[in-house]
């Protein structure tokens, strides 16, 4: 969890953090904070994130964004 709330951290969302739910319904963050995520991701991991797990209930939380790097990932 600490290295997903690095890539907030990096793209200026420090407001954000792991206790936090529903990021994307509550318009919390948004499409634009999504693609900065992408880009952090890819970044960290040296490889791009596949679109099929682009998806809107794999950033709805920490839990669930560490869920889809797991599997997306491996």
């Not at 420090?14 to 948004?30: R, V």
């Not at 682009?54 to 790097?69: Q, T």
Request: negative net charge.
């Amino acid at each position: 969890m600490q290295q997903i709330q690095e890539f907030f951290n990096k793209i200026d969302r420090s407001d954000i953090n792991e206790t936090m739910q529903n990021l994307l319904s509550d318009d919390i963050i948004d499409s634009i904070d999504i693609m900065a995520l992408v880009a952090e991701i890819e970044k960290y991991y040296k490889k791009p994130l596949k679109a099929d797990f682009i998806k809107a209930e794999n950033f709805e939380s920490f839990k669930n964004i560490k869920e889809m790097l797991e599997i997306a990932m491996q």
